[in-house]
């Protein structure tokens, strides 16, 4: 797919989609950057929403990239699909939550969903979704929001996520509870409140929308599933002392947690049960832990101003490497394909590194004021 900026010489090149090939897409020797937004929109406004081919070539072409392994193209994919998003991109998901989406969003998104509505079972359907998202907001002249629903708490509200579809949304607070919201014909409803004897830190979604997990200054964290559309406890993870925060692997399988209590548990899911597989020590509190996206590594934040990137070996966490800062590590996280990490400090410097042949080495860093 060649993009005519109709005699306008873009400001980055063109992406050739067409040829799938690595040695021919001209963008592989160059730094691993992402498509820049207006080289972006600008292929989303040529693209008609009806032109089936355009949509269907699109896609075949960026598989081709994808089963190749192209960074890329992976993680621009990742990004920007919809069809990654919402998982699985059925015809009832759509007319659940973004076809109500679209009608309120203007007169053009009302025309745009009475156009989809032809085309919900047709075999490109997600392509044709995206790409008349995409038109749809780039011809935007105005976004005007509005607000669709207030979740009321006793105290703080610490984290709201949704989950993955967008069809549900959970908030944490100071008030000792979360609370699970779900997107039903348009309106939000509670569906669960998740009761903590403290202040809950966090809460998140597994990558499938199908479990979540709160963490809590009670020292335990909480796995919840969705059961025929009911949330139910599934799991009680018991710390010696509060905690901070807690992440699903990429696959969903797996949990970890991060305590004050200087460990970080890895949970795998046997059979439906929860199951705690390791205990990794650290020298002091950990307040943060991140798995990277091929699971074979986990970085934690910790109150001795260092982050630690651990290595999955022969089914044991060892340490990999330990990155120092001056003063306290705000956040740490692995890029879209896990050979770099960043870490973000209050000594105004972030770090980046990269793993070069197992070894994660020192790649730069970054002064701000």
């Not at 406004?45 to 193209?73: F, N």
């Not at 996520?161 to 779900?182: E, R």
């Not at 934040?301 to 306290?328: C, F």
């Amino acid at each position: 797919m060649l993009v005519n900026l109709q005699g306008k010489e873009p400001r980055h090149e063109s992406l050739n989609t067409s040829e799938p090939s690595l040695k021919k897409a001209k963008f592989i020797d160059k730094a691993i950057n992402p498509i820049p937004d207006e080289m972006t929109e600008k292929i989303f406004s040529y693209l008609d929403t009806r032109d089936l081919a355009v949509c269907r070539k699109v896609h075949r072409d960026w598989k081709g990239l994808i089963d190749t392994h192209h960074i890329i193209a992976r993680s621009f994919f990742r990004d920007c699909h919809l069809s990654n998003r919402i998982s699985p991109l059925t015809a009832e998901c759509y007319t659940s939550s973004i076809q109500g989406w679209l009608t309120g969003f203007s007169n053009m998104g009302g025309e745009l969903a009475e156009e989809l509505d032809n085309v919900l079972h047709h075999e490109h359907f997600p392509e044709i979704l995206f790409f008349s998202i995409a038109k749809v907001l780039v011809e935007a002249k105005e976004l005007t929001c509005q607000n669709v629903a207030t979740i009321p708490h006793f105290d703080w509200v610490n984290n709201a996520t949704f989950s993955p579809d967008g069809n549900h949304l959970v908030t944490a607070s100071n008030d000792n509870t979360a609370k699970i919201w779900g997107l039903v014909d348009g309106q939000w409803q509670e569906k669960a409140t998740i009761q903590h004897d403290d202040c809950v830190n966090g809460a998140s979604f597994s990558p499938d929308g199908n479990h979540l997990v709160t963490t809590s200054k009670d020292n335990t964290a909480k796995i919840w599933g969705l059961v025929d559309g009911q949330w139910q406890e599934k799991a009680i993870i018991q710390h010696s002392m509060p905690v901070n925060n807690a992440c699903f692997s990429p696959d969903g399988n797996y949990l970890v947690t991060a305590s004050d209590d200087h460990t970080a548990e890895v949970w795998g899911l046997v059979d439906g049960q929860w199951q705690k597989k390791f205990t990794i020590q650290d020298s002091s509190s950990v307040n943060s832990v991140t798995f990277s996206p091929d699971e074979n590594h986990l970085v934690t934040v910790s109150d001795d101003d260092t982050v630690k990137v651990w290595g999955l070996v022969d089914g044991q966490w060892q340490k990999k490497a330990t990155i120092p800062h001056s003063k306290w590590v705000n956040s740490a996280n692995f890029s879209p394909d896990g050979n770099h990490l960043v870490t973000a400090s209050e000594d105004n410097t972030a770090k980046i590194w990269g793993l070069v042949d197992g070894q994660w080495q020192e790649k730069a860093i970054i002064q701000h004021d």
